[in-house]
């Protein structure tokens, strides 16, 4: 037998990651205007950015205390409790991960053992499925479609109590990638109530908490801590997606054993890019919001353009992504009308079934300039003008 086929049986059911592996073949294509991808298009904020050069002048280049440099888990306490009315104790219930992905790879890994369930509410970013089977655990996909994309109380409490004993975790991620759906308040409240009466886990990731338009972020933090494995941090909210710096949140007894997953997996995160996140936190809290300001913008222009265009979409309440149906004209494989987008209106674009649930939709990152945007929507709008049962609705018109 070759030794590769030798290996941990559960990597036989995982593949790589679509979203990549798409955003990969589409950026062959000259011109495109790429709207594919889940980062922000800002730069990181001056101060956040001298604080890292600092730190690598100074020769921070040793390791970092394996959870987390303590003036930054006490920052990121400070933020949790000052804008989610979240409190953790910075020396025993604050982890500083290599992401908010190695977060949810040690929570998971920490937590399952072979034969649990996660609930996994869907569309979602597709992250916690292939950890979940690592740890050969079973993930149990409930398809949020039909309820605007979130879970409701009755049909959790149903799935929870039919699977009694069986579920480990239910994993949350609001706002959420790729539909930008949140709770408000009273929503998540219902769904916390719920949550109580089980005996699982909650791994809620928050990490788009700074990016909610119109309402406030409510936190599982704030709303059922015992229970809650909170991640967070500041890939979203501070434009650091390539610092690697993630917050994990969990009640003492929890976060002490996450914790020795997390070190044995990684030691620690960078230290220079933990120095930086500790500017951000510390005299940035509200970066996020100045470019909040600027994808609201965005949102409220792509989403009039791509409904202008033929597109049904609720108008996403957070992140930076519209998840929009795909009109009739152009049929329901999202792959193929996704490969057309790019090829003839050059327009790049996630196809829906990147996501579990998400087949006959389209995810349009607007972590894009203005600029880009409009020349995006005005190409998705000539483009559709040419597809003839467009034509032909038009003319009806
Ligand atoms: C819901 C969600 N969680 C986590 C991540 C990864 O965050 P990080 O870059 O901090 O690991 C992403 C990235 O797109 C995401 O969309």
Do not use: W
Request: hydrophobic share 45%.
């Amino acid at each position: 037998m070759a030794l590769a086929d030798n290996m941990k049986q559960e990597l036989a059911g995982i593949k790589p990651s679509e979203i990549l592996a798409f955003n990969e073949e589409i950026s062959q294509i000259p011109d495109v205007i790429k709207l594919t991808l889940g980062e922000p298009d800002f730069n990181t904020p001056e101060h956040v950015k001298s604080a890292a050069i600092k730190s690598i002048e100074e020769n921070h280049s040793h390791y970092a205390p394996s959870s987390g440099i303590p003036a930054l888990r006490k920052a990121a306490a400070d933020f949790l409790a000052n804008k989610y009315n979240a409190h953790y104790d910075p020396s025993s219930e604050i982890i500083v991960t290599v992401g908010a992905t190695g977060g949810i790879y040690s929570a998971l890994t920490a937590i399952l053992n072979p034969g649990d369930e996660v609930i996994i509410p869907v569309p979602i970013f597709p992250l916690y499925i292939p950890i979940t089977s690592l740890n050969g655990a079973t993930p149990v996909l409930m398809d949020t479609t039909a309820d605007n994309f979130l879970l409701t109380p009755e049909k959790l409490d149903a799935e929870l109590t039919k699977r009694d004993g069986k579920v480990k975790a239910v994993v949350m991620n609001f706002p959420t990638n790729p539909t930008g759906a949140t709770y408000t308040r009273e929503e998540l409240t219902a769904v916390a109530d719920v949550l109580r009466q089980h005996d699982v886990f909650v791994i809620s990731d928050e990490i788009y908490s700074e990016l909610v338009f119109d309402q406030e972020h409510v936190s599982l933090g704030e709303l059922l801590p015992e229970q809650t494995i909170l991640l967070n941090g500041v890939s979203k909210s501070h434009a650091m997606t390539g610092y690697r710096v993630g917050i994990l949140a969990a009640p003492k007894a929890i976060a002490q054993k996450i914790a020795m997953v997390h070190q044995f997996t990684v030691t620690s995160a960078t230290t220079s890019s933990q120095e930086a996140a500790l500017e951000a936190f510390q005299n940035g809290p509200d970066d996020g919001l100045v470019m909040k300001a600027e994808y609201e913008k965005r949102r409220d222009f792509v989403v009039a353009g791509l409904r202008e265009a033929g597109f049904e979409l609720e108008t996403p309440r957070g992140t930076f992504y519209a998840f929009a149906k795909i009109p009739a004209a152009l049929g329901t494989d999202s792959f193929a009308v996704c490969r057309q987008l790019a090829k003839e209106a050059k327009v790049a674009v996630i196809p829906g079934a990147s996501f579990p649930a998400g087949e006959g939709h389209i995810r349009l990152s607007f972590a894009a300039s203005m600029t880009d945007l409009e020349e995006a929507i005005s190409r998705i709008k000539a483009f559709m003008a040419t597809q003839p049962q467009t034509v032909e609705m038009m003319e009806a018109n």
